[in-house]
């Protein structure tokens, strides 16, 4: 029995180190940390957004935005409300909702008012459309810096209601004879 007592000493360590584990994981994915996530996700963007409005031809600029770094910070926040979500029960919409969303046979708008209900969901869209709003953005002003053209509307428009900046960067290189951006794709094509 003495043998076989360090063993149990082994596994109940083990026991004991899995479930205090559990139980941080589980203190982190709270509903107060995702509307901790859901204020970051609101806030942390407007800053980078202000450089590229205000400030885009400057060094600072060019060195906060010019990498992935704070579009990266971004997406993380996001991958932690839906992790933290799915963490907790009942903290997403039921998967029969969503996929009301996707069924042209019912009513895939009443079905995303309705998914609305739901705090986590809500967290988790809006922290979703800031990421891209400002990934798209920082497109804009990257292309402009290539092509030399003004973006600081198209990106202030793309913070505020998104797409349309998009078409408004496209509609001020057309209107600036600069054309629209070339196929990327076709770019790395001719390079190889």
Known sequence: SATTTPIFEGIDAVNSATSSSSLD??????????KTAFSVAT?????????????PNTGVTKKLLGGYEIVTLCCLVHFFI????????????????????????????????????YPNFVSEEWSHVLTWDLFVGRWIWLDGLK???????????????????????WATCLVTGKGLPGNEADDLMEEE
């Open 43 to 55: 806030f942390f963007p407007q800053l980078p957004w202000l450089f590229l409005i205000l400030l």
């Open 82 to 117: 839906v992790s933290a979500s799915i963490a907790q029960p009942d903290g997403t919409a039921p998967m029969v909702e969503f996929a009301d969303v996707f069924d042209p046979a019912g009513d895939p708008q009443k079905a995303m008012v309705g998914m609305m209900q």
């Open 147 to 169: 092509r030399g053209i003004f973006t600081s509307h198209s990106v202030l428009l793309c913070n505020l209601i998104g797409p349309p900046g998009l078409l408004l960067h």
């Open 25 to 34: 994981v589980a203190s982190i994915f709270t509903t107060d940390n995702i």
